[in-house]
């Protein structure tokens, strides 16, 4: 295929094209690559929009009702808040120690091995940002319908097909231009934290006001059943759904002006104000917008260097010529979403997903420790006290075991689908001698997107390869000319 000329001209078959061929005949620049136009601002409003997004309206019911009572719910939420602030420390350390986009992905790949890093992909890929953003949509559209309906709950058809025009709208955005997206989502999260901040100075003002009184202990803990751990554990499971997002920046670490300065900056803060939205949803619609921007952005980057490293095809590691956006990527993004829309068990979902996105969190983290053990002298910008990430594992291991013991179908389920990428990752990436006819369908279908998609291999800085190498001795693995 074209983004490997050597073996289409081992094997004997013409030329499909050539990237000096495609810059000719479409008029693509000497040097393509992915442009680094995300700046301090634009970085914390994409942790910012992808935590304040649709799971602060749904997932509070799940920690309502595994806990028991208001006053264990507000606890849940404050240490969730806590501890997914702890992993966002390490997230910091490993998105300048290994500045590749892809997030968890990248670092487990390089460190764990491609069988690893492949079932996170796959998981990811599979179900847990095409459901996500599936619920988020649909919260947008109900929450925008609901005046068109204001005596009884949005259609069925209309909920759907507002949620696939917001995809399909925002989906173009990506496409054209990296810099009206991040404007997008700026201005959305500004937004959404002026109508936070109101919110919370009327709340406040009720407080002062003596309006307190479901606040008190004695009503606060008053449970309506006995809670147990395993319950207790399944309500930090939903907490976590609505505190995804804190990791996001670290999928787009090669668009970033500074890595170094946007992890030291506002992972740690934009965590908070994540945690106070969770105590106040507001402005429904206004959120989820920005919500649906902001998961769009950065699963495109997950499925771009997963085709980058050969474990998705090879098409999804293009770029425009002209935008240098993943185009090919977020159009599978976008497919997948709405198929989950057709699907209409995007709900029943949730409960997996937060478990896979648990268990992720958690084997990137360990990779952090067993890195440091690895190589004790890589130089690291960012060095987080070792206590850190053993708080933070060994809170996870208490969590999904409890969570395995009280609701071992949806947690099994959950293990099911991620390990379904075994014989997928066997199959399709690790056996090499693949017949003839399966590398001409290759070749065939990346010529054609080429074609109709105007996309090229980016081209990888020189010295941005040098200093890689020299810092943690990888090199990229793009199969596209360098």
């Not at 017949?435 to 074609?451: H, M, N, S, V």
Request: net charge positive.
């Amino acid at each position: 295929p074209c983004f490997n000329p050597q073996k289409r001209l081992k094997r004997g078959s013409p030329a499909l094209c050539s990237y000096s061929d495609l810059k000719r005949d479409s008029g693509i620049p000497e040097r393509v690559t992915l442009k680094k136009e995300i700046g301090l601002l634009s970085a914390c409003t994409i942790i910012i929009g992808n935590i304040i997004g649709s799971g602060i309206f749904i997932s509070p019911k799940g920690v309502l009702e595994h806990s028991g009572s208001v006053g264990l719910a507000l606890v849940v939420w404050v240490l969730g808040g806590g501890i997914a602030a702890l992993g966002s420390l390490c997230y910091a350390e490993l998105g300048v120690t290994i500045p590749k986009s892809g997030g968890d992905y990248s670092y487990v790949t390089e460190i764990f091995g491609g069988l690893m890093g492949f079932l996170l992909l796959w998981s990811a890929v599979l179900i847990m940002y095409p459901t996500t953003l599936a619920v988020i949509a649909l919260t947008f559209s109900n929450y925008v319908l609901q005046p068109v309906f204001p005596h009884c709950v949005p259609p069925y058809i209309a909920t759907r097909m507002l949620s696939t025009i917001c995809i399909l709208f925002l989906t173009w955005v990506n496409c054209y231009s990296v810099r009206l997206a991040t404007r997008i989502q700026d201005t959305f999260t500004v937004g959404k934290l002026l109508a936070l901040g109101l919110i919370i100075t009327v709340g406040l003002v009720q407080i002062f006001g003596g309006n307190y009184e479901s606040l008190t202990p004695q009503v606060a803990f008053m449970f309506n059943k006995a809670p147990s751990i395993g319950q207790i554990a399944l309500a930090f499971l939903h907490a976590s759904f609505a505190f995804s997002g804190w990791n996001f920046l670290n999928y787009v670490t090669e668009e970033v002006v500074d890595p170094r300065r946007m992890d030291s900056l506002c992972t740690f803060g934009e965590k908070l104000l994540g945690m106070f939205s969770t105590l106040m949803p507001i402005s429904v619609a206004l959120s989820t917008f920005g919500g649906i921007n902001g998961y769009l952005f950065t699963s495109s980057r997950l499925c771009f260097s997963g085709a980058r490293e050969g474990h998705l095809p090879s098409l999804l590691a293009m770029i425009h010529f002209k935008h240098c956006t993943p185009i090919p990527a977020l159009l599978v993004c976008c497919t997948a979403t709405i198929v989950i829309l057709c699907i209409g068990e995007t709900h029943s979902l949730i409960n997996y997903v937060s478990f896979i996105n648990y268990l992720s969190y958690g084997v990137t983290i360990a990779s952090l420790l067993y890195y440091r053990w690895k190589k004790p002298n890589l130089y690291r910008p960012i060095k987080v006290s070792l206590l850190v990430p053993v708080c933070y594992l060994l809170f996870w291991a208490l969590l999904l075991g409890f969570s395995l013991h009280s609701d071992p179908l949806v947690c099994g389920v959950g293990l099911v689908i991620m390990l379904t990428g075994v014989p997928v990752y066997f199959l399709g990436v690790y056996w090499k001698d693949k017949p003839k006819c399966i590398y001409d369908f290759t070749e065939w279908a990346t010529y054609l997107g080429q074609r109709v998609f105007f996309v090229v291999y980016p081209q990888i800085d020189p010295i941005e390869v040098a200093e890689w190498t020299d810092r943690s001795s990888f090199t990229s693995k793009a199969s596209g000319p360098l």
